[in-house]
């Protein structure tokens, strides 16, 4: 069947294509209400069904003869370790840490929280969590304290799982010191840590709160699958918004299985067996996606890498991987690629290995520039493929069909909708807009299977963040517009968040610290073209009456706040103190207009305005030190 014809079908008619999808899945009861609406009317999968995501990704393939396959492979280059799991020794790791987990008194509905480095151990907590029909929210390694604290209130797990360290690019990174600093800032605390020694750093244990994960894996009794409903959380990720509160993105189990497992062949044409790479982590929607369930649920080997695309030890670490596991696909962020580049432009790394295993690459997480995206096929020789998608829809919203009907790529698209989102452009009346004008890009409701049916505790913040400007959409915060041929093109955030390296971050929370340091009256942090990192955080500062501080100065400081309060991945390292912001009469920073500025867009100049001259000034700042774009 052609792409158009799935399209169509995937829209006319959900219930019958979702329902068909699903039984491709091993339930322990197949659902009969496929597409209802819950008590807040908000539209679910599977109401019905009775499964356990582990089970699918694990214990059935055990069950249907699949036990020595290769199910997940760790290579860590920072720590010089290789290690092979096969779907039954997965498994059996992952029934006996849910055994701890259970001793501990983690059952069905319970939180855990991880905060791991890329460690087969991450993922074997994940699944555990996921067999007692307990659910997770995977912190990632990068941030702070603060940050885990935040997550560990909302989120109020019985248990948290970590590690004493993560390994960076030549450094150690302590995590237990940051989990004790977090727990002592929550006001929550967790009853239980178990706690991962790694031969990199031993951590100090507090008893009897931390426990070895050694030590409990060897007297555990491992447990079996807890059945739960489809609509059960499995899992809470949480994401930046627009204010310094993260939102905590909750994913079914049903709508999350089927949706990944039809996603593996339709959008990566991967089939069972095969080797498939994200270089992610686990601590972001990447990871969890497609480092642990997709691949998994399709019965694929996944690799768990704990390394960089360069320095660990160079810019041929991609290519040594997909020789030597023989890798499908891979998938990545745009910016690994661009440093890659940066550090081998003519790809000469690419020569010492075969990669002739490599089908296809493709790339998510921030918008995949043409340079990168031509550098990117021209050298490996590979089809590259852009996909976009959020940490609340949890797979592609727009992908090339691969495995329906492969169509031709063109730089800067993300090809077309996947099928199950209607994808629509929208103008600030919500009036559909027609090719080639910009709006906002809007998904009408229902959403497919696998999407966030809310955030965490908080149904109102899901319907004023997602729902209410489009009444019968979901907003996806992109804007971006399409072309004749129904081909996306998503261009950027039209609110507070950015993406540096792939990690999304956000300004508003940034602000909130820039704003605390005693010398700054107002601030705005935006986000400006980096040709490694696509964006990075700038602060625009104004400082108070009487403040005698240097610019580099308080550079140092509000960067080394940020680094303890977000985490280092924040990277605010640029300051600019200024004479005025460019402000509504009403006292508004006029925001949009500073993006628009910093990405050599023409603007408009609003008439509330209440200072004109201040925009020259800051462009003319901006321009100074090299961070508009496009010299307009
Ligand atoms: N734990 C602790 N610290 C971490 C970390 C982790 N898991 N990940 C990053 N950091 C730290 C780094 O050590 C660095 O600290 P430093 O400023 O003290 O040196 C800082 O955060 C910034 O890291 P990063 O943004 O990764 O920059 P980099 O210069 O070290 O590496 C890239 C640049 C492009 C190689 C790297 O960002 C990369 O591989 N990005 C891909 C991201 C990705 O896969 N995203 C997933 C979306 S698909
Ligand atoms: P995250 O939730 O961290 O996955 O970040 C989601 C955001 O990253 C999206 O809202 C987009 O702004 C951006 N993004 C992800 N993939 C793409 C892509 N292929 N093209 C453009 N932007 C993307």
């Known amino acids: 069947?052609?792409?158009?014809?799935?399209?169509?079908?995937?829209?006319?008619?959900?219930?019958?294509?979702?329902?068909?999808?699903?039984?491709?899945?091993?339930?322990?009861?197949?659902?009969?209400?496929?597409?209802?609406?819950?008590?807040?009317?908000?539209?679910?999968?599977?109401?019905?069904?009775?499964?356990?995501?582990?089970?699918?990704?694990?214990?059935?393939?055990?069950?249907?003869?699949?036990?020595?396959?290769?199910?997940?492979?760790?290579?860590?280059?920072?720590?010089?370790?290789?290690?092979?799991?096969?779907?039954?020794?997965?498994?059996?790791?992952?029934?006996?840490?849910?055994?701890?987990?259970?001793?501990?008194?983690?059952?069905?509905?319970?939180?855990?929280?991880?905060?791991m480095p890329m460690v087969p151990e991450a993922a074997i907590a994940m699944l555990a969590v996921a067999r007692l029909g307990a659910v997770h929210s995977v912190v990632f390694g990068g941030f702070a304290p603060h940050e885990l604290a935040v997550r560990i209130d909302d989120a109020q797990p019985k248990v948290i799982v970590s590690a004493s360290c993560g390994v960076e690019v030549g450094k150690v990174i302590q995590y237990k010191p940051m989990l004790d600093l977090a727990i002592e800032q929550a006001e929550h605390k967790p009853k239980h840590c178990v706690v991962l020694q790694r031969p990199q750093a031993k951590a100090l244990m507090l008893t009897p709160r931390d426990l070895d994960w050694h030590e409990q894996m060897a007297v555990a009794k491992p447990a079996e699958c807890v059945p739960v409903n489809a609509t059960d959380p499995l899992y809470i990720l949480y994401t930046s918004g627009t204010t310094g509160k993260p939102k905590g993105v909750v994913r079914d189990n049903g709508g999350h299985a089927v949706a990944l497992h039809y996603s593996m062949s339709a959008i990566y044409a991967m089939e069972p067996g095969q080797v498939f790479w994200a270089a992610s982590d686990v601590g972001w929607v990447v990871g969890h996606s497609y480092i642990v369930y997709g691949p998994l649920l399709a019965g694929c080997t996944s690799i768990l890498y704990e390394g960089k695309p360069v320095k660990t030890p160079d810019a041929g670490a991609f290519w040594r991987v997909v020789e030597e596991y023989g890798v499908t696909v891979l998938f990545a962020a745009p910016t690994a690629f661009r440093a890659i580049k940066k550090e081998d432009p003519e790809a000469r790394l690419i020569q010492n290995y075969d990669i002739s295993s490599?089908?296809?690459?493709?790339?998510?997480?921030?918008?995949?520039?043409?340079?990168?995206?031509?550098?990117?096929?021209?050298?490996?020789?590979?089809?590259?493929?852009?996909?976009?998608?959020?940490?609340?829809?949890?797979?592609?919203?727009?992908?090339?069909?691969?495995?329906?009907?492969?169509?031709?790529?063109?730089?800067?698209?993300?090809?077309?909708?996947?099928?199950?989102?209607?994808?629509?452009?929208?103008?600030?009346?919500?009036?559909?807009?027609?090719?080639?004008?910009?709006?906002?890009?809007?998904?009408?409701?229902?959403?497919?299977?696998?999407?966030?049916?809310?955030?965490?505790?908080?149904?109102?913040?899901?319907?004023?963040?997602?729902?209410?400007?489009?009444?019968?959409?979901?907003?996806?915060?992109?804007?971006?517009?399409?072309?004749?041929?129904?081909?996306?093109?998503?261009?950027?955030?039209?609110?507070?968040?950015?993406?540096?390296?792939?990690?999304?971050?956000?300004?508003?929370?940034?602000?909130?610290?820039?704003?605390?340091?005693?010398?700054?009256?107002?601030?705005?942090?935006?986000?400006?073209?980096?040709?490694?990192?696509?964006q990075v955080p700038v602060g625009l500062v104004l400082l108070k009456d009487g403040a005698i501080i240097s610019e580099q100065e308080l550079q140092q400081q509000l960067m080394q706040r940020v680094r303890e309060e977000i985490g280092a991945i924040a990277c605010l390292k640029q300051t600019l103190i200024v004479q005025r912001l460019p402000k509504t009469r009403s006292g508004k920073i006029l925001r949009k207009l500073l993006r628009q500025i910093a990405d050599g867009q023409d603007y408009i100049v609003p008439s509330t305005i209440d200072d004109p001259a201040s925009l020259t000034e800051i462009e003319q700042a901006m321009e100074a030190r090299g961070l508009v774009r496009v010299a307009r």
């Not at 290690?83 to 020794?89: D, H, W």
């Not at 992952?94 to 929280?113: E, Y």
């Not at 261009?491 to 950015?498: A, E, L, S, W």
């Open 1 to 115: 069947m052609s792409y158009q014809e799935v399209y169509r079908q995937s829209l006319q008619d959900p219930v019958v294509f979702w329902q068909e999808k699903s039984q491709a899945l091993p339930w322990f009861q197949f659902p009969s209400h496929i597409l209802t609406q819950d008590e807040n009317g908000s539209d679910r999968w599977f109401a019905d069904g009775k499964m356990n995501t582990a089970y699918m990704a694990l214990d059935h393939h055990v069950e249907q003869g699949l036990g020595e396959q290769i199910a997940l492979i760790y290579d860590s280059p920072v720590t010089a370790t290789k290690k092979v799991l096969s779907y039954l020794q997965l498994r059996d790791q992952v029934a006996q840490f849910a055994g701890v987990l259970r001793s501990l008194g983690v059952g069905k509905g319970d939180r855990v929280v991880i905060y």
């Open 358 to 534: 490599l089908q296809r690459i493709y790339m998510a997480g921030e918008r995949l520039d043409p340079p990168t995206y031509d550098w990117t096929c021209e050298k490996t020789k590979t089809p590259v493929i852009d996909h976009w998608w959020q940490t609340e829809t949890g797979w592609a919203i727009c992908a090339n069909p691969m495995g329906i009907e492969p169509y031709p790529s063109k730089p800067g698209s993300a090809t077309l909708p996947v099928p199950g989102f209607d994808v629509q452009i929208l103008n600030s009346l919500g009036e559909q807009l027609p090719a080639g004008e910009q709006g906002a890009i809007a998904i009408k409701r229902p959403l497919p299977p696998g999407c966030l049916p809310t955030i965490w505790g908080d149904f109102a913040r899901f319907e004023s963040g997602y729902l209410q400007d489009y009444p019968g959409y979901y907003c996806s915060g992109d804007g971006g517009y399409k072309d004749a041929e129904g081909y996306v093109f998503v261009m950027g955030r039209t609110d507070d968040v950015i993406n540096v390296a792939g990690h999304r971050l956000s300004t508003g929370e940034m602000e909130e610290i820039v704003a605390a340091h005693p010398d700054v009256a107002e601030c705005s942090v935006i986000g400006v073209q980096d040709e490694l990192k696509g």
